[in-house]
């Protein structure tokens, strides 16, 4: 996620965000159990991923972050409709399940995914290049929210979107109530663009905003 609303230099500098500027979660994180959320076959048969993908108009040439790739649900669907001339952004914090997905995508030919290691406060995207940024059935498993928010939003296109699918239930049963999420995610200079229902689940789509100060964030109270 970035953004072209760029802040003057003096600015972006009085305001350079560390660690210790952004709140933590007032809410249960949940533990990172598994790279699967559910098997693939359940998934395609209630249409999930043709449908995330038409809500947001996915097509070729766009650069698709898939953060907290996992096994690579998305990666694998999304990497056919960027096509050779797009690039899908494999993503995780768990070296292993890279490393898995790797394999994945040697075999089944694909040459337009790269895969970056983050971290759970940074994604490690490059600034201003994605399109269209998807957390799916993870966003509750973020251990530090606001500041990865924060940091996706500068890796977005001034255009750029960011795609969360969860449940609608507490984030220690591994959902996020729609409420919360909108408002965690709007703390840190985002606007809603919809919301979708996906039975089970839902997919919220955001846009960037104003920037904000990552200071004078704070966090949204279960």
């Not at 305001?15 to 990172?32: E, G, K, L, M, Y």
């Not at 201003?128 to 940024?133: F, G, K, T, Y």
């Not at 977005?156 to 699918?165: F, H, M, R, Y």
């Not at 609608?168 to 200079?189: F, N, T």
Request: aromatic share 6%; hydrophobic share 45%.
């Amino acid at each position: 996620m970035r953004y072209r609303f760029a802040l003057s230099a003096a600015a972006a500098a009085s305001i350079a965000p560390t660690a210790a500027a952004f709140p933590t979660p007032q809410r249960d994180v949940a533990s990172i159990v598994s790279p699967i959320w559910a098997d693939e076959a359940s998934r395609d048969k209630a249409g999930e991923a043709d449908n995330v993908i038409r809500a947001l108009a996915i097509r070729p040439g766009q650069t698709v972050a898939d953060i907290g790739a996992g096994s690579g649900y998305y990666t694998m669907r999304v990497a056919p409709v960027v096509g050779p001339s797009g690039l899908v952004i494999a993503q995780d914090i768990m070296p292993r399940y890279l490393d898995r997905l790797k394999s994945r995508v040697r075999h089944a030919g694909l040459k337009n995914v790269r895969f970056v290691t983050g971290t759970a406060a940074d994604p490690r995207l490059p600034a201003s290049s994605v399109d269209v940024a998807l957390l799916i059935h993870m966003y509750h498993e973020i251990a530090q929210p606001y500041e990865l928010l924060y940091r996706l939003r500068a890796s977005l296109k001034p255009d750029g979107q960011v795609a969360i699918v969860d449940l609608d239930r507490p984030s220690q049963y591994h959902g996020m109530p729609k409420a919360l999420l909108v408002c965690e995610v709007k703390a840190v200079g985002f606007s809603l663009v919809s919301i979708v229902d996906l039975k089970p689940g839902y997919l919220a789509i955001f846009k960037p905003a104003a920037p904000v100060d990552p200071r004078a964030v704070t966090a949204c109270r279960a």
